[in-house]
Antibody
Framework: QVQLVQSGSELRKPGASVKVSCKAS????????VNWVRQAPGQGLEWMGW????????TYARGFTGRFVFSLDTSVNTAYLQITNLKSEDTAVYYC????????????WGQGTLVTVSS | DIVMTQSPDSLAVSLGERATINCKSS????????????LAWYQQKPGQPPKLIIY???TRESGVPDRFSGSGSGTDFTLTISSLQAEDVAVYYC?????????FGGGTKVEIK
């Protein structure tokens, strides 16, 4: 069955970096894009962008440029989200999800990774 | 960006009764070329990721109980739970995937009265 399994919770200090992984299984990794969605505590869902699993080309939503980097390791069917220069407002649950390209819904989601930024 | 506005923010419904959630988009989310509404609904239970329940505004995802139904077109959409069950307690989000960036509604919390 289709699964997206994310890495565990992270606690970082302001200014540090974090890298979240999203390992896909149960389907052909290159056939679906990986999207990233943020959910701040008690808040709704915010799309961060997506990465083309064929080309590795990332697309970032407004507000997620500069400190946010999407990457892939296709040899292990894994997508990554790296956040640098962490700020307290980055505290959130980060989800990866898949869709079959722009203009499509998200039919499978990772379990989420809580990133807490606190001094 | 297309703004998705859900109403109400929360609702409490008795077990077995109907729950209705509305979602309005700031502009149309369908193409005349395919006549599809690029609108999905997700269910999120506490501590869990969102789960796709409806796509193309009215197509139920595999395995989703038939008490869930989606309707609407253009800019106005509705998610209906025909007979609320205890396991349906969750926050429900609508999302448009018509144009980038894809955007979500603010969510509607469904509780048992």
């Amino acid at each position: 069955q289709v699964q997206l399994v994310q890495s565990g919770s992270e606690l970082r200090k302001p200014g540090a970096s974090v890298k979240v992984s999203c390992k896909a299984s149960g389907y052909t990794f290159s056939s679906y894009a990986v999207n990233w969605v943020r959910q701040a505590p008690g808040q709704g869902l915010e799309w961060m962008g997506w990465i083309n699993t064929n080309t590795g080309n990332p697309t970032y939503a407004r507000g997620f440029t500069g400190r946010f980097v999407f990457s892939l390791d296709t040899s292990v069917n894994t997508a990554y989200l790296q956040i640098t220069n962490l700020k307290s407002e980055d505290t959130a649950v980060y989800y990866c999800s898949r869709n079959d390209g722009s203009g499509s819904y998200y039919d499978s989601w990772g379990q989420g990774t809580l990133v807490t930024v606190s001094s | 960006d297309i703004v998705m506005t859900q109403s109400p923010d929360s609702l409490a419904v008795s077990l077995g009764e109907r729950a209705t959630i509305n979602c309005k988009s700031s502009q149309g989310v369908s193409y005349s070329s395919d006549n599809k509404n690029y609108l999905a609904w997700y269910q999120q239970k506490p501590g869990q990721p969102p789960k796709l329940i409806i796509y193309w505004a009215s197509t139920r995802e595999s395995g989703v109980p038939d008490r869930f139904s989606g309707s609407g077109s253009g800019t106005d959409f509705t998610l209906t739970i025909s007979s609320l069950q205890a396991e349906d307690v969750a926050v429900y989000y609508c999302q448009q995937y018509y144009s980038s960036p894809p955007t979500f509604g603010g969510g509607t919390k469904v509780e048992i009265k």
